[in-house]
């Protein structure tokens, strides 16, 4: 079985920008419908100083989604470590698993845009080490106790962060990335790991290889996923937004050279390769979500709810479809 949870990133283009009042006040609730449909977690993540407002700030949307729901996990995926000073974050996100009653869960990662990291002033060549470090001051700084850190870029003394997160020993931690490095940083410090859909085999083999946590390792990923009544409906309503999308992460690849991503953007949605897209009928997206968990054996799959730039109602008729009929059939699946 597979749980299913949805994650915004809040992104307004300019070609299709709504006041961004409404833009907030529409998704957030769509966040509090998707509670109600069924939905088991609803994550965010971040990005800064982009025309298009990729969601910058994420305590506060944390604190907003914490006090208008009650039952649904609430989740970063995922937060970038190196741009954060790990105590402040260790105080924010203390802060907010009260307010939810323990229901945060914290995924983190490394980041590659070379222009975060130049604002920001963050060598992006320490980025690895230093998400380390926030993992292994977050683990203690949760702890509730008074304790000591010294690294290679952080020195503290007889520290202690109050209040302590409502969750004994902090929010549950994961890590996300799609490369060997982030597996095996997942693995060494005991964290669940979100790889996406570029990960292969051998990524989610040496996490669970490489484990070295106390409790079970935890696998999750994140998808596409967009229904309608046909094939060719979905493609027609989704299509652009998912083309937005695509152009954009592989500009930010390319400029961060961490990927083969350079060339001309794509300029028709028909172009894109369906391999990483569950969009289509509740039907085909039952079989592909299942085919996937047989493969990788994740537990949770999260998704964009309102891909950038697609009217939100038409995304909430995805979700209802999606929560009617999809929904049931991979939550009572039987895992292999």
Known sequence: MTRLGVWYDFRNPPESRLAWTELYEGLLDQAVLAEELGFDSIWISEHHFL????????????????????????GTAVLLAPLHHPLRLAEDLALIDQLAHGRLA?????????????????PKAERG????????????????ERFSYHSEHFDFEDVIVAPP???????????????????????????????DSGAGEEIYDAY????????????????????ASSMDEAWELAGESLLYQFNGY??????????????????????LSKD?????????IIEQILAAEARFGFEELIFWARPPGMPIDVATRSLELIAREVLPAVATAPAD
């Open 51 to 74: 025309e298009e407002g990729y969601l910058p700030s994420l305590a506060p949307m944390l604190a907003v989604l914490a006090d208008r729901t009650s039952r649904v996990t609430l």
């Open 106 to 122: 914290i995924g983190m990662a490394p980041g590659y845009r070379p222009e975060e990291f130049r604002v920001m002033g963050v």
């Open 129 to 144: 080490r230093r998400t380390e470090e926030a993992i292994e001051l977050l683990q203690l700084a949760w702890k509730g």
């Open 165 to 195: 997160p409502f969750t004994p020993g902090g929010p549950p931690l994961w890590i996300g990335g799609n490369s060997v490095y982030a597996s095996r940083r997942a693995a060494k410090y005991g964290c669940g790991f979100m790889p």
């Open 208 to 227: 669970l290889q490489g484990y070295q946590g106390a409790g079970r390792p935890r696998l999750a990923t994140n998808r596409v996923v967009f229904a």
């Open 250 to 271: 592989r500009k930010w690849f390319a400029d961060a050279d961490d990927a083969d991503t350079h060339g001309a953007p794509v300029t028709d949605y028909r172009d």
């Open 276 to 284: 990483h897209y569950f969009v289509g009928t509740p039907d085909y």
